[in-house]
């Protein structure tokens, strides 16, 4: 089965930090070691923020290591329009504290859906569970009732042995 890295232990604290600090800082990508540092060490769901990344598409460009190194940054933010500033360079506007938590707010929806459907097989397979093995010692108590001997029923079973009836005595 497929596990979804939402699930993974750490992984929603570790996608919600990443979206902070990706949205809100003046710098709109980040190398490992900047997220290292800003976040004040490594996630705690994966070895790297750059995994992190890798498995969130939903809000992460990773630019793979070429002559720069590999660094991330939030899809949200890129897909602003660039400004330059002062020196001529480009630079992406910061998100709004709104769109930061509605960015949120989808990973914590995303989050939940994932848990419901990782616990949408009890649902199904327990009541399945439950009737197999009804069916079975049903299966089961048929199968001893019929391989049992016989046993009489009676007074004459007792005795293993007819007797007649005394005859009624005179009044």
């Avoid at 960015?103 to 199904?124: I, K």
């Avoid at 327990?126 to 001997?149: D, E, G």
Wanted: proline fraction near 7%; glycine fraction near 6%.
């Amino acid at each position: 089965m497929n596990k979804s890295p939402y699930l993974l232990d750490g992984r929603l604290s570790d996608v919600m930090a990443m979206i902070q600090v990706l949205a809100l800082s003046e710098k709109t990508r980040r190398t490992e070691e900047g997220m290292t540092g800003e976040l004040q060490g490594p996630p705690k769901s994966a070895a790297s923020w750059i995994a992190v990344g890798l498995q969130h598409r939903e809000f992460f460009r990773v630019k793979p290591e070429g002559p720069k190194p590999a660094h991330i940054s939030l899809i949200a933010r890129n897909a602003q329009e660039a400004t330059q500033d002062e020196g001529g360079e480009q630079k992406r506007p910061l998100l709004s504290s709104d769109a930061t938590a509605k960015l949120m707010q989808l990973a914590v929806d995303l989050h939940a859906r994932q848990l419901q459907r990782s616990e949408a097989w009890r649902t199904t397979v327990i009541p399945i569970v439950i009737a197999v093995l009804a069916a079975v010692a049903s299966i089961f108590s048929a199968f001893i009732n019929i391989t049992q001997k016989p046993q009489p029923v009676g007074f004459a079973g007792i005795c293993n042995e007819a007797r007649p009836l005394a005859a009624e005595s005179p009044r």
